[in-house]
């Protein structure tokens, strides 16, 4: 049997039709459709919003990436003119101020917009970026501690960029940096001690001295127009022409390592008496006793390790020669009108005896202008007894302990005792505990020989983001 139907009841008792439940369910379904919608709409503009923020998240980000174009640029201007000595003076075309803006010191600079500045592209980003570099001193010339803001004896420099990329995307990023760039600015310059009981005559540009402990002058040292300064003090100044300057700021003199020249070298010695050369990356001889010499030079049999070359003749071989231990020349080898072209590096002391005629090697095309300069570097000590007046030596004399000239020389060039004092490693003759010129020895400097032959030391202090 069919059961009837159930009548549905409304409020107060009404019986609902079946019609009116069907329309109260629409009703409910098309309300909770238009909530769905609502909310889907909301959530496709919060998508849309967000797509937004981090899309111009990314472009600020590439923005600020993009900055380490211009900073490397600027860093690159800073290095070279520290290279070349003109980084006291300002340089505009290259976007370099050796001192502060007078006004609006605090970024953004006054020295930095749209129209100023040194414009780069990054045409892989589509950002055009300036920047201008700033010294952080209070006037242009020589830095002093109480004008710049200085790190380790060197001032500062500030990077500022101003990057503009897509979207009206603006970005500017400071970088604050030290850079310190060994050029000598003198013809003689030694981190300990000078002595001049003999006489010392220096000429050229860069006429002057420099110790970081002290000068003392027992004969005489003829540097009219130059100066002898000391951050210690400059002893005997009846005895010196020029200006004594005691108390000065110590210079930082960098390390070096005669290992990073050997891939130059024309021959080289070994400690174990044999002869390498580079023309025909061969081994060309063994000479590791006197009765088996080559070209005059043998090993010697005690240690430590010493090549030796007692001859006067024969003058040779020519090039640049890197010895694995030390050097010593007792014989006047070439003569006044026929001078040996040789340059020595030696991982031990130099020490020659006999009549210096020598003329530096500049013949190795591979080689940094810098590198064809030396004429003596030595981990430890170069002494001179001999004479070269006659016959002047022209290169860059430098050591890692002391320098010693004794006999009567001109040298066009300049020296450079790095650590002088130091303790003697193992391995190294010691000469010398002092850089000192006992005979008569005139120095014509020539300032642009050592230039660019030390790697800059680079140090990024500070980076940030400017708000603007």
């Given amino acids: 049997m069919i059961q009837p139907a159930t009548p549905i009841r409304g409020g107060a008792g009404r019986r609902l039709s079946r019609p009116c439940q069907r329309g109260a369910s629409l009703f409910f379904a098309l309300t909770a459709l238009a909530g769905l919608s609502l909310a889907g709409v909301a959530m496709l503009r919060t998508a849309d919003t967000s797509s937004l923020v981090a899309g111009n998240i990314g472009f600020h980000s590439a923005a600020v990436q993009a900055s380490d174009l211009a900073q490397e640029a600027a860093l690159a201007t800073v290095v070279s003119l520290a290279n070349a000595g003109t980084s006291i003076a300002d340089n505009t075309g290259l976007g370099y101020y050796a001192s502060l803006a007078s006004v609006a010191k605090e970024p953004p600079t006054s020295r930095l917009s749209d129209a100023n500045g040194v414009s780069l592209s990054d045409t892989g980003t589509g950002n055009a970026l300036r920047y201008v570099i700033e010294r952080m001193c209070n006037a242009t010339g020589a830095p002093t501690a109480t004008g710049c803001v200085m790190d380790g004896g060197n001032p500062l420099h500030r990077i500022t960029t101003l990057v503009r990329g897509p979207r009206n995307t603006s970005e500017m990023v400071q970088a604050m940096i030290m850079v310190s760039v060994f050029s000598p600015n003198c013809a003689i310059m030694t981190k300990g001690s000078l002595v001049v009981p003999g006489t010392a005559t220096i000429t050229g540009t860069g006429n002057c001295v420099f110790s970081n402990t002290s000068v003392d002058v027992g004969g005489l040292l003829d540097n009219a127009g130059g100066y002898a300064a000391s951050a210690g003090s400059v002893g005997t100044t009846s005895n010196i022409t020029g200006t004594s300057t005691p ?14 020249y050997r891939q130059y070298a024309d021959y080289i010695f070994r400690s174990n008496g044999q002869i390498w050369q580079r023309s025909t990356n061969s081994v060309v001889a063994t000479a590791n006793n006197s009765g088996a010499k080559w070209n005059g030079w043998y090993r010697d049999s005690s240690s430590p390790v010493r090549w030796i070359h007692p001859d006067s003749t024969p003058a040779g071989p020519t090039g640049l020669l890197y010895f694995e231990g030390n050097v010593g020349i007792s014989g006047s080898v070439g003569t006044a009108g026929s001078r040996w072209n040789v340059s020595f590096i030696a991982e031990g002391a130099i020490q020659v005896s006999g009549e210096c005629y020598f003329s530096n090697y500049v013949g190795n095309v591979s080689a940094p202008q810098a590198v064809n300069n030396l004429f003596m570097m030595a981990r430890g ?48 003759d010691n000469f010398i505990n002092s850089n000192e010129f006992s005979g008569t020895t005139t120095v014509n400097y020539d300032p642009d020989m050592a230039n660019n032959l030390w790697q800059p030391v680079i140090k990024r202090v500070q980076w940030r983001t400017v708000e603007r």
Wanted: no cysteine.
């Fill in 381 to 428: 000590d170069i002494e001179l007894n001999g004479n070269s007046s006659s016959t002047p030596v022209s290169g860059l004399f430098i050591t890692n302990e002391e320098f010693k000239f004794n006999g009567n020389n001109t040298i066009n060039g300049n020296l450079i005792a790095l650590n002088a004092n130091n303790t003697d490693p193992s391995g190294l």
């Fill in 247 to 260: 108390s000065q700021p110590a210079q930082v003199f960098p390390a070096f390592n005669t290992n990073d």
